[in-house]
């Protein structure tokens, strides 16, 4: 393995460097040549936590990206949480997303904030003891803040503080992440109708952004590009970038190129890939919470993902029986005793429909989810490749278990 260093790392740097190395890192793994700066390693071993700039390619910005995190920079917000003795827990990054009257306001962020601390290599699902977070904002006035409410499974939180006046809010945009896997219908593509989702495709550019929690505050950006890359978390909702971040940005925003706000970050390894969850999810949280006072998680009871992350023969398969189709939702596993597996929902299944509506993507098949309750048949239409006819699969909505919630890692790495 080669590693190359301008200018040559000192020793110190040499042994910091490998022992990232020995933890498991697949995209170090990938690229062995990658070109990483000493100064990123000396802020880890003077103790003090990087900032998104201590990466090389978060330094110089073009225009677009600096107009795009300009729009949203006034609603991002550092946090800090302190356990039992004003002990620091976790510093991270958030966004203000709503103002509920009276100068409140709710803070979106990564629930690593608030869990309770272990050497585990995944973290617990508990709120931590004595628990107090505190909010900075761009100009430096602090305010301690309250959790509203949070959510282990998918792993955000949303933290509510009383300011002085009304702040800026984050213009919210749900993503759309139908693609169009069919030459022969792209003439008729179209976004859903009367959306008011922006429309993902990989290579989208695509910003992260957070705010360090010491003294200036400091606005941090980390542009890149939306792919179709998986990280190794628990949780298929997530997708990935590109944007090299830092572990005090995780929690902050995915904006778009129009400043909108379309994810939430998460920290993992040296930011390749950055893991973010679409807005889409944590907003049906937030929604569910405020209109019955809890989360409502939807079990699928299988693992899925988009009908263009197939191999191509598996595609060209569906589109010789279906010539119509433009994507799916493919079933990549069936959990074992889950209502899916009772139901007979196989491996390799491409769903079409759902209740009659034709399932355009992955993200939209899980909000025709989210509106059912606990008990309520979904009426499924599945592709199977080797089948020539669609099959009629009836399958009971269930909620996932708090056993069964999504495991996620412990970074111990900045």
């Known amino acids: 393995m080669r590693i190359i260093f301008a200018p040559l790392l000192g020793k110190s740097e040499e042994v910091m460097h490998e022992k990232c190395l020995k933890r498991k890192n697949p995209w170090l793994r990938e690229h062995p040549d990658e070109y990483f700066t000493p100064r990123h390693y000396r802020k880890i071993s003077s103790g003090k936590l990087p900032k998104f700039e201590d990466h090389d390619d978060n330094v110089f910005l073009d225009i677009h990206t600096k107009r795009a995190v300009l729009e949203v920079s006034s609603s991002i917000v550092a946090l800090l949480s302190y356990t039992t003795g004003e002990q620091e827990l976790f510093q991270s990054s958030g966004v203000i997303i709503e103002n509920d009257g009276n100068n409140g306001h709710i803070v979106l962020t990564s629930a690593n904030l608030i869990r309770r601390p272990t050497e585990e290599d995944m973290v617990e699902d508990k709120l931590a003891d004595s628990l107090k977070v505190m909010i900075y904002l761009y100009d430096g006035q602090s305010y301690e803040g309250e959790v509203r409410a949070y959510d282990f499974h998918y792993n955000i939180a949303w933290i509510r503080f009383q300011s002085d006046s009304s702040l800026a809010t984050a213009t919210l945009r749900q993503v759309d992440d139908y693609i169009n896997i069919n030459p022969a219908k792209e003439k008729s593509f179209q976004l859903r109708p009367h959306s008011s989702h922006f429309n993902l495709f990989p290579g989208h550019a695509i910003v992260a952004v957070g705010r360090y929690f010491a003294k200036p505050f400091d606005l941090m950006a980390a542009p890149g590009e939306f792919i179709l890359g998986r990280c190794d978390f628990d ?30 970050t998460f920290y993992y390894d ?73 139901a007979g929902l196989r491996l390799k299944d491409v769903i079409v429909q759902c209740g009659g509506k034709t399932v355009r993507s992955f993200l939209e098949f899980l909000e025709m989810v989210w509106d059912k309750k606990v008990g309520d048949v979904l009426q499924l239409s599945v592709f199977r490749p080797y089948q020539n006819d669609p099959v009629d699969v009836n399958m009971v909505v269930d909620e996932v278990a708090v056993e069964k919630f999504n495991r996620w890692p412990h970074n111990r790495r900045y």
């Open 270 to 342: 040296f930011g390749f890939p950055t893991p973010f969850l679409p807005i889409n999810i944590a907003h049906k949280c937030w929604e569910n919470y405020k209109r019955y006072g809890g989360i409502w998680r939807p079990s699928l009871g299988f693992k899925a993902t988009n009908l263009y992350t197939a191999d191509i023969y598996v595609i060209e398969k569906v589109i010789q029986k279906i010539p119509s189709i433009c994507n799916g939702v493919l079933v990549e596993k069936v959990i074992q005793g889950s209502s899916a597996d009772s």
């Open 235 to 264: 949780c298929e909702e997530v997708f990935t970038g590109t944007c090299n971040t830092t572990r005090c940005g995780e929690g902050g925003a995915l904006i778009n190129m129009s400043g909108e706000v379309i994810g939430v």
